[in-house]
């Protein structure tokens, strides 16, 4: 009985040693904050539909927005040519036909499954991307 107390008492008062001590806050007061550089370009709001579509697909396997990767930038592929509706419904079909020689010897392959309005909405948001 006695025994049993003692032990049971020490028990309770290493417990409380084990929650109540040994935590020291170790206050993190450095907030690092990193300036956004492409606060400028960045898009409204909302995510355009092109983007979204841009997503879905595996064009970002092949394509980022600032950088060449297998295929050119966008910002690259904005630079070169307007926004005009021709070149919308040409860069389209190349999305959905395939393309080569443009940009260099290494092809686009073609997307048959995305229809032209889809693929018009991702050339809209990709001319919109500045560098
Ligand atoms: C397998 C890699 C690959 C994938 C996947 C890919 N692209 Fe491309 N893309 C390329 C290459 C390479 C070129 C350059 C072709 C050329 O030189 O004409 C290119 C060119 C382009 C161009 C410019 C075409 C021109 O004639 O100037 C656009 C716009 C484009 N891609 C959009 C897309 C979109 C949108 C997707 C997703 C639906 C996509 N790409 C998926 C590799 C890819």
Redo the contacts with the bound molecule.
């Keep these: 009985m006695k025994i049993s107390k003692v032990l049971s008492l020490s028990i309770l008062a290493v417990s409380l040693w084990a929650c109540g001590g040994g935590q020291q806050n170790t206050e993190s007061t450095s907030s690092e904050t990193s300036t956004v550089a492409e606060s400028a370009a960045a898009p409204a709001a909302e995510e355009p539909k092109g983007k979204q579509?841009?997503a879905q697909?595996?064009?970002?396997?092949?394509?980022k927005e600032q950088q060449k990767?297998?295929?050119?930038s966008?910002a690259d592929?904005a630079a070169?040519?307007e926004a005009t509706p021709e070149n919308i419904t040409?860069?389209a079909g190349?999305?959905i036909n395939?393309?080569?020689?443009?940009?260099?010897?290494?092809?686009?392959?073609a997307?048959p499954q995305?229809s032209q309005a889809d693929?018009e909405e991702?050339?809209k948001y990709?001319l919109t991307i500045k560098k």
């Design positions: 579509l841009i697909s595996d064009c970002l396997g092949c394509h990767l297998v295929g050119p966008y592929v070169k040519y040409m860069l190349k999305i395939g393309g080569q020689g443009n940009w260099g010897e290494v092809p686009m392959s997307h995305i693929a991702m050339v990709i």
